[in-house]
C-alpha cells in the first residue's frame, strides 16, 4: 500500500513556530514516506473515521501506521470484537436506532429534560448499551459512527448527532465492525503490527458464571497463536497490571512486548507524577516483575522549565532509569490548541502554557521522542507522525 499523508502534517509544520526543528520538518517535504512503527494507529484513524472500523483501520495504514490497535471486548456469546469500550454501542454504533437490539441495552435511551425557562440541562440524555448485551451476530448487523452523543437530545436521533465541530461525520456512512479475528486478518494483509488491549469489563467476572478474567486474558492471545501471528509483531496491551503479568508468566513469547497502560493518576488515592514516593508500585518493581514497557499519557511524560521550554518529566526519567520502554498517548486526540490552556485540555494538561498554537504538536513530539526515547506514539490521525518518523529517520 503506497504511504498518503495529505495535507495536515504540513498545515502543522506550517504553523510552528520559527526554529530548527520547523526547518528540519519542512526540509522533509519532498521526502518519499513509509510506514513505521514509531506511528501506531490509535482506534485505527479515529480523528475522522468511526473508531474500531475497516474504514478507520485501512485509513491508518494508508497514512503509514505500523501497528494498529484494536480494543477487545466480549459479546454475551463470549466472542472477541473490537469496541474501546463494552459499553459504548450507543455512542459509537446504530445500535438504538434498531428497534429489537435497542430493547436488548443495558439501560434504554432516556431523553434530556431540559428546563423550559432557562433552557439549561436538568438532567441530561442517557443510554447504555454493551457488546455483552447482544450476541456476536448481532453485533455484526451493526454499523460504526464517530464516537459522540448529543447530552441535550430529546430523541434518538438527536443523541447520536454529537459530533464535536473539530472531527466530521464525512467519512462515516459506512462503519464496518470487526470481530479481534477479522481485525488479525485485515492487520496480516496490510503487513502491520498489532497492538490489541484487553479492555476492563463492565460485567462481573467470571462473565455467566465461567469466563473469568484469565480465560479472557488467554482467548486474546489464543486467536493470535490460531492466525500463526508472530508473537514479535504483537504488542498486548492491557491497565490491568495482573493481565500483563498473567502474559510474562503463561505467555512469554507475547508477555515480553506487553505493555503496561498506567492509569493510576486516577485510579490510585494520592498518586502524583512529579512525586516517585506516591508510584506504587515503583518503576523498579515494575521491571522486577518483568514489564519491559510502560505506557501513560502525554501529560505525566512532560514538564516545563521555568522559560517555558517542554523537558521530560521526573516519571520520564525514572522509567528510562529503571529500563522501561515508553509508548505514549493520545496524539491528535484534542481539537484546536490556540486556547488549550483556558480548555484545561487533558493531553497537555502538563505543559499547557507552553501551547498555544496546533504547530506546538511537533514541539511535544520531538521532546517525546529525542528527550524522552518514547517507542512510539498512539494518534488519531498516524499521518502526523509519520511525517514526523520518517523525517527523522525512526523506523
Not at 517535504?29 to 485501512?58: C, M, N, V, W
Not at 455512542?91 to 436506532?97: E, F, K, P, R, S
Not at 447520536?160 to 464496518?176: E, F, I, N, V
Not at 529500563?323 to 498517548?329: F, K, Q
Request: net charge negative; hydrophobic share 35%.
Amino acid at each position: 500500500m503506497k504511504i498518503q499523508l495529505g495535507p495536515r502534517p504540513f498545515f502543522l509544520v506550517n504553523d510552528m513556530d520559527e526554529g530548527a526543528l520547523k526547518n528540519k520538518l519542512l526540509a522533509c517535504e519532498k521526502k518519499p514516506s513509509k510506514k513505521s512503527d514509531f506511528s501506531i494507529g490509535h482506534r485505527g484513524a479515529a480523528l475522522q473515521f468511526p473508531e474500531h472500523t475497516r474504514e478507520s483501520y485501512l485509513a491508518a495504514a494508508r497514512m503509514g501506521a505500523g501497528i494498529i490497535e484494536c480494543d477487545v471486548t466480549f459479546t454475551q456469546d463470549e466472542e472477541l470484537v473490537c469496541r474501546h469500550s463494552q459499553c459504548d454501542l450507543h455512542t459509537t454504533t446504530n445500535i438504538l436506532t434498531i428497534p429489537e437490539l435497542a430493547e436488548k441495552c443495558s439501560e434504554s435511551f432516556t431523553p434530556a429534560e431540559i428546563d423550559p425557562v432557562t433552557g439549561e440541562v436538568i438532567r441530561p440524555a442517557t443510554a447504555r448499551c454493551c457488546t455483552s448485551d447482544i450476541t456476536l451476530t448481532e453485533f455484526k448487523t451493526l454499523t460504526g459512527k464517530m464516537d459522540a452523543s448529543n447530552p441535550r437530545a430529546t430523541t434518538i436521533e438527536e443523541y447520536l448527532d454529537g459530533t464535536p465541530s473539530w472531527r466530521t461525520d464525512l467519512y462515516a456512512g459506512k462503519g464496518t465492525l470487526m470481530t479481534h479475528k477479522e481485525s488479525i486478518e485485515l492487520f496480516k494483509q496490510l503487513g502491520v503490527k498489532m497492538t490489541p488491549e484487553l479492555k476492563s469489563a463492565s460485567v462481573t467476572m467470571p462473565f455467566q458464571g465461567h469466563f473469568s478474567q484469565q480465560d479472557y486474558a488467554q482467548k486474546m492471545i489464543n486467536e493470535y497463536r490460531e492466525a500463526d501471528v508472530n508473537p514479535a509483531n504483537v504488542y498486548p496491551q492491557s491497565f490491568n497490571r495482573n493481565d500483563i503479568l498473567y502474559w510474562i508468566q503463561n505467555e512469554p513469547d507475547f508477555g515480553k512486548q506487553a505493555v503496561y497502560l498506567d492509569d493510576r493518576y486516577e485510579t490510585l488515592p494520592g498518586f502524583d507524577h512529579t512525586n516517585p514516593a506516591t508510584w506504587k508500585p515503583g518503576m523498579e518493581q515494575l521491571a522486577a516483575e518483568g514489564i519491559q514497557i510502560i505506557a501513560p499519557p502525554i501529560p505525566l511524560l512532560l514538564t516545563t522549565e521555568r522559560n517555558g521550554r517542554i523537558i521530560p518529566s521526573a516519571y520520564a526519567t525514572a522509567a528510562r532509569e529503571a529500563g522501561l520502554d515508553i509508548i505514549t498517548w493520545t496524539l491528535e486526540r484534542s481539537g484546536p490548541l490556540a486556547k488549550v490552556a483556558e480548555k484545561n485540555d487533558f493531553y497537555y494538561q502538563s505543559i499547557k502554557n507552553a501551547i498555544n498554537n496546533d504547530g506546538d504538536v511537533y514541539t511535544v513530539l520531538d521532546v517525546l521522542a529525542r528527550q524522552v526515547g518514547i517507542l512510539g506514539m498512539f494518534s488519531d490521525w498516524p499521518a502526523t507522525t509519520t511525517y514526523y518518523a520518517n523525517c527523522m529517520n525512526i523506523q
